[in-house]
């Protein structure tokens, strides 16, 4: 069976590898949404927080023997920790400038943390494998489901919307968005600020890490695999709108699947078709898909 | 010896950026009083209040609540010390539900009203709770910012032009709310421009003008200070 010239297989298979990137790219802009929202800075780190997600993980396996499982709990709070220590030590100093300012001192840990790691492992790919459960692939008939791939999806998807609702409806997200539309006021209310936005930052850092310890299995664990995968997510995040959680998520995912879609009808375009459709979406809805501002 | 000032202001000097806004303010509110600071737009009325709440580049001065300095605190503990606060803008959060803004806040204290009482007092709310706060209008905005505030329980209100811009029927009400609380024992600090509204609630007035207290008088001595009030607030 063909559509449009393709057989349905081949489809398929490329709608999987879609959907697989846009789990990552979906959790990693939900990362740099929710830390845009609270503190408006652009963190540039996430793609290094992502390598080291992968790293941590490549590490805990290779010296302590951790299971892909106790890893993908223990990564997240790594991550967190470390952002946590990097918010309140250095970040927190920056509150009240021009968020420019965010940048370039989140963008010096990017290069400092890759830096780093390219220091101690070198550039090449350090290997790790999925976990045997996951391995294997199923035969749905019309094309053939790798296990772990579908994994990915399924827990990026779990992560994705259950943050969603967590900042949406609960006590906690309300004034978590309270804290967003006036932090002064808020302060004044006796909302603790500070550590909201401690905590904000060490919640995007570890969904970067979860990201990160989910690529691990498939692609190379590099110290540079952040900084090629994180210049798409951030055209992702504009597509989105900046700071929109729903936005962020439902455009990582469409985003991978249209990528996916250009691999199979124009393979040449699938680099820069994301690039593309961020210009167009700026072009006509400067504040994003899901921007409020538009 | 009791505290009787429940909140007491002195020597307080406050800047906006480089720019000084207030130049020595002295402001004693007793328990249970209700006191309005009056002045023309831009005196500094609004700015005591952000002093207080900490909302300004640089504050200078005393400021105790019940006796104790609480100009050290951090900002996030001032709600803490039974300090309630609707600003001029209401503060309410737009993007918020009715209901998410009136259950944000911490509670402080018990002196407060009761979610029922709040309710047959402002069944606006009751009715809106699922809407976001944005699309109410600014009497009901401003009902919603005094029902929050009340369901914290602070014992000391500082409420900023609460009639501003608001038609005739949510005035009456407010001034019904003030009155109710002044009798359950509230402190208020009341900056307001409504001289018919104030009159009728403030036991005290002081008036502002270039960022210091120009005069204090109990509402006894109201009759005898009219010049000075026409001429402190240019009416």
């Known amino acids: 069976m063909e559509i449009f010239g393709i057989s349905v297989p081949a489809l398929a298979g490329q709608l999987l590898i879609g959907l697989f990137n846009g789990a990552f790219y979906a959790l990693l802009s939900l990362g740099l949404a929710v830390i845009f929202g609270m503190l408006r800075i652009i963190n540039f780190a996430h793609g290094a927080f992502y390598m080291l997600g992968a790293f941590s993980a490549y590490m805990l396996s290779a010296y302590l023997g951790a299971s892909f499982w106790l890893s993908l709990l223990i990564v997240p709070l790594v991550l967190a920790a470390l952002a946590a220590v990097l918010e309140r030590?250095?970040?927190?100093?920056?509150?009240?400038?021009?968020?420019?300012?965010?940048?370039?001192?989140?963008?010096?840990?990017?290069?400092?943390?890759?830096?780093?790691?390219?220091?101690?492992?070198?550039?090449?790919?350090?290997?790790?494998?999925?976990?045997?459960?996951?391995?294997?692939?199923?035969?749905?008939?019309?094309?053939?489901?790798?296990?772990?791939?579908?994994?990915?999806?399924?827990?990026?998807?779990?992560?994705?919307?259950?943050?969603?609702l967590l900042i949406e409806r609960t006590k906690i997200g309300s004034i978590l968005r309270a804290a967003t539309e006036n932090p002064s006021l808020s302060e004044v209310f006796g909302l603790n600020v500070p550590v909201l936005i401690t905590a904000t930052y060490a919640f995007g850092a570890a969904l970067a890490g979860i990201a990160g310890i989910m690529a691990a299995p498939v692609f190379q664990v590099s110290p540079h695999m952040g900084s090629n995968l994180i210049i798409v997510v951030f055209a992702v995040v504009v597509i989105g709108g900046m700071g929109s959680i729903m936005g962020a998520i439902i455009s990582g995912f469409a985003l991978g699947l249209v990528e996916g879609l250009t691999k199979v009808f124009y393979s040449e375009a699938s680099n820069v078709v994301v690039f593309v459709i961020m210009a167009i979406v700026l072009y006509f809805r400067p504040a994003g898909l899901f921007g409020k501002d538009a | 010896m009791i505290e009787e000032n429940c909140l007491a202001l002195s020597d307080i000097h406050g800047w906006y950026g480089e720019s000084k806004a207030l130049h020595g303010i002295e402001i004693n509110v007793k328990r249970g009083q209700t006191v309005a600071l009056m002045g023309r737009n831009g005196a500094g009325k609004t700015t005591t209040l952000r002093a207080i709440t900490r909302q300004l580049t640089r504050t200078e001065g005393s400021i105790k609540k019940d006796g104790q300095e609480i100009s050290t605190v951090p900002r996030h503990k001032l709600a803490y010390q039974g300090i309630g606060f609707v600003p001029e803008d209401r503060g309410t959060y737009n993007t918020l539900s009715v209901q998410e803004n009136l259950k944000l806040l911490p509670k402080v204290g018990?002196?407060?009203?009761?979610?029922?009482?709040?309710?047959?007092?402002?069944?606006?709310?009751?009715?809106?709770?699922?809407?976001?706060?944005?699309?109410?209008?600014?009497?009901?905005?401003?009902?919603?910012?005094?029902?929050?505030?009340?369901?914290?329980?602070?014992?000391?209100?500082?409420?900023?032009?609460?009639?501003?811009?608001?038609?005739?029927?949510?005035?009456?009400?407010?001034?019904?709310?003030?009155?109710?609380?002044?009798?359950?024992?509230?402190?208020?600090?009341?900056?307001?421009?409504?001289?018919?509204?104030?009159?009728?609630?403030?036991?005290?007035?002081?008036?502002?003008?270039?960022?210091?207290?120009?005069?204090?008088?109990?509402?006894?001595?109201?009759?005898?200070?009219?010049?000075?009030?026409?001429?402190?607030?240019?009416?």
Not at chain 1, 110 to 137: D, R
Not at chain 1, 145 to 164: D, N
Request: proline residues 5%.
């Open chain 1, 89 to 164: 030590s250095m970040l927190q100093r920056l509150a009240g400038l021009d968020p420019l300012y965010g940048l370039l001192l989140t963008f010096g840990f990017a290069l400092i943390l890759e830096g780093g790691m390219q220091y101690v492992f070198g550039v090449a790919g350090q290997p790790y494998s999925p976990p045997a459960s996951l391995s294997g692939a199923s035969n749905l008939g019309f094309m053939f489901m790798p296990h772990y791939r579908a994994f990915v999806i399924v827990v990026s998807l779990f992560v994705c919307f259950g943050t969603w």
């Open chain 2, 110 to 235: 018990d002196s407060g009203m009761s979610l029922d009482e709040l309710h047959s007092f402002f069944p606006n709310i009751q009715e809106r709770r699922h809407a976001p706060a944005g699309t109410l209008s600014g009497g009901e905005q401003q009902m919603l910012a005094m029902a929050r505030v009340l369901l914290a329980g602070p014992d000391l209100i500082l409420l900023d032009e609460p009639t501003e811009g608001l038609a005739p029927v949510f005035v009456q009400k407010i001034a019904e709310l003030l009155q109710d609380l002044k009798k359950r024992g509230l402190t208020i600090l009341l900056v307001e421009q409504n001289m018919i509204f104030t009159r009728k609630l403030a036991d005290h007035f002081y008036m502002i003008e270039n960022g210091l207290v120009v005069a204090d008088f109990p509402a006894e001595e109201l009759s005898e200070n009219e010049e000075l009030i026409s001429r402190v607030l240019g009416v």
